[in-house]
């Protein structure tokens, strides 16, 4: 069934899926995936939207599956991700920063008078 959905239309379904195991049954579906440009696990996303989606979707998954083994393995899969993708995450991180120093930073004016003064 899974083979039929990869090879379909329905392949953009895999996106919300963390990690597929690597196993010798779904190598198919994987290869098939991987055709379509959806990475799944530690490979490489093509670029900064990519990783931050899945980062998306295995830290909901993390934060709120009930199963505490399956955070566990979420856990693993996020630090396997990130390690492998190591400068896309590591420019994320630099632009967030200089976007919210833009947002925080006030520039006062002399000009400026604070409402109620």
């Given at each position: 069934?899974?083979?039929?959905?990869?090879?379909?239309?329905?392949?953009?379904?895999?996106?919300?899926?963390?990690?597929?195991?690597?196993?010798?049954?779904?190598?198919?579906?994987?290869?098939?995936?991987?055709?379509?440009?959806?990475?799944?696990?530690?490979a490489s996303p093509a670029d900064e939207a990519?990783?931050?989606?899945?980062?998306?979707?295995?830290?909901?998954?993390?934060?709120?599956?009930?199963?505490?083994?399956?955070?566990?393995?979420?856990?693993?899969?996020?630090?396997?991700?990130?390690?492998?993708?190591?400068?896309?995450?590591?420019?994320?991180?630099?632009?967030?920063?200089?976007?919210?120093?833009?947002?925080?930073?006030?520039?006062?004016?002399?000009?400026?008078?604070?409402?109620?003064?």
């Amino acid at each position: 069934m899974l083979e039929w959905l990869a090879d379909g239309n329905l392949a953009e379904c895999f996106r919300d899926i963390p990690f597929l195991p690597f196993t010798k049954d779904l190598q198919r579906v994987r290869s098939s995936l991987k055709a379509k440009g959806l990475q799944l696990d530690g490979a490489s996303p093509a670029d900064e939207a990519q990783l931050e989606s899945r980062i998306k979707v295995l830290s909901e998954l993390m934060t709120n599956h009930e199963n505490k083994n399956v955070r566990k393995v979420v856990v693993s899969h996020l630090s396997e991700l990130i390690h492998a993708n190591r400068d896309i995450f590591q420019k994320m991180v630099a632009n967030e920063e200089s976007s919210s120093m833009n947002f925080l930073t006030v520039v006062h004016d002399s000009s400026f008078v604070p409402a109620g003064m």
